[in-house]
């Protein structure tokens, strides 16, 4: 059946796009005692020697450190209250919302969405202030243990997975369970959210 497509939605990744640094650096390292500079490092080692994927190389290096796996995803969403972003960062979601409430859009029934769509921690920005103006974050999320602490990762956005994820917020399926196939077939008239109506 073919949609209204009447909603815009703008996208943004996290890591120095909505903040000056990584969530790593911003608010993960201090509190398990480990280096940015030599992280990094590591990660690109990895990258170099063992042909690790980016994200792979850097969940990996948290994972090995105990005290990082001392943590749950509660502990993680926790850690996303402290968060710091660039400013205007969240003034802007409503700034933005603002706008459409004039006449000239009102009328229309123009509606704005915004998603977070990044390779960071997923739990991390569902504990920030963040979360409250976005429609849906989609992150690297991890699975816990018996214990309750973080083990393994259990999804990972990489750059190109990226673009999954805008195919599903396109065809309206965000909410769906995220095993549904995104490359099921759908006519443009259909999408929720058409391309063209995508920053």
Sequence with gaps: MPQQQN???IVYDYDNTLSPTSMQEDVIFDRIGVNAKQFWENTNRLKAYKSYEDDLAWIRLLLENS??????????ETMGQELKFHPGVPQVFDELGQILQQEKYNRHGIVLEHYIVTSGLKAVLNGSVLSKYVERIFGCELDE???????????????T???QYLFRITKGIEY???THDVNDHMPESERRIPFE???
Excluded: Q, Y
């Excluded at 796996?69 to 993680?76: E, K, M, Q, T, Y």
């Excluded at 243990?145 to 750059?159: A, E, Q």
């Design 176 to 178: 769906v369970d995220l």
């Design 161 to 163: 997975a990226k673009t």
């Design 7 to 9: 909603i815009i939605a």
């Design 197 to 199: 109506n995508m920053l």
């Design 145 to 159: 243990d018996s214990n309750g602490k973080v083990f393994w990762p259990k999804r990972i956005v990489s750059h």
């Design 67 to 76: 005290e990082f796996r001392d943590l749950s995803n509660g502990d993680l």
